[in-house]
């Protein structure tokens, strides 16, 4: 009689193991496929809501949100208004004046295409508590503006008349816009300190 003798192998993996590594693996190459397309989902759809907030600020009445403007209905303001530009020069181009999604905020312009992000005006604001007796100022044409960056927009504050006439600008206009309002604020409104 022969002995059969079963050689078993102490390096082998009992097959509920490998059952289980594969399981973990195929879940695992699931999971990694499924984040893949759910983050290409999200930034799909990030995208879609960037493109709709360019179009909303690019097409169709503004919105300028409401912030205090005590003189935008002094004659001041309205001088200034009256005197604007029907287009404003903007990194080569001439924007035309936007209208204004209602109700719009007194002593409030905006200028823009669809190839722009909007410039708008605002007079008659209240000076900002970044303006004070060190901040630096910036002459353009004889007038003192004040500037505040935000992001990608800059707004001008023009300090040295009887009103204060914000201009909010996109970073890539350029200095047209400012130059444009520094000649019809110097034309239409008297010089004043600064801090009288």
Not at 11 to 32: E, F, N, Q
Not at 58 to 83: F, K
Not at 161 to 178: D, F, I, K, M, N
Request: glycine share 8%; charged share 15%.
């Amino acid at each position: 009689m022969v002995d059969v003798v079963e050689q078993q192998s102490t390096s082998s993996v009992p097959r509920w193991a490998a059952i289980v590594a594969i399981t973990l693996g195929v879940l695992l190459a699931a999971g990694v496929v499924t984040v893949g397309l759910v983050g290409r989902h999200v930034h799909g759809e990030r995208q879609q809501t960037a493109e709709a907030a360019e179009q909303a600020r690019r097409h169709g009445p503004l919105a300028l949100p409401p912030v205090p403007a005590p003189q935008a209905q002094s004659s001041d303001c309205a001088a200034v208004l009256a005197a604007l530009p029907r287009e404003l020069p903007v990194d080569g181009a001439e924007l035309p004046r936007r209208e204004l999604a209602q109700p719009a905020p007194p002593g409030a312009v905006a200028w823009g295409d669809a190839q722009h992000d909007p410039v708008s005006l605002r007079c008659g604001i209240d000076a900002p508590a970044e303006l004070t007796r060190t901040s630096h100022l910036t002459n353009v044409s004889g007038v003192d503006w004040f500037s505040i960056n935000e992001g990608d927009l800059t707004t001008w504050l023009a300090v040295d008349r009887p009103v204060y006439v914000a201009l909010t600008v996109p970073q890539e206009a350029g200095t047209g816009p400012v130059q444009t309002l520094s000649r019809v604020l110097g034309r239409t409104l008297p010089k004043q300190e600064v801090f009288p």
